[in-house]
């Protein structure tokens, strides 16, 4: 998981940046979306869709934000 998280961090961080007036809590926000893909893996059906899905949850994670 951390490699598959390295390949996708500095993406994400830009996209949650971009969404969110709050440049101080991006890396909160990042954060706890790792947080969530690494309780959640189990929940994954195919690595294939990893990015869709790491999406997803920083989405949510921003909308709970």
């Not at 996708?8 to 969110?20: E, F, P, Q, T, V």
């Not at 007036?21 to 706890?32: C, E, T, Y």
């Amino acid at each position: 998981m951390l490699s598959e998280w390295q390949n996708h961090k500095a993406k994400l961080r830009s996209y949650i940046n971009k969404r969110i007036d709050d440049p101080h809590a991006v890396d909160d926000i990042l954060q706890d979306v790792y947080i969530k893909a690494s309780t959640n893996l189990h929940q994954l059906k195919s690595q294939g869709s990893l990015k869709s899905w790491l999406y997803r949850m920083a989405y949510n994670t921003i909308m709970d934000f």
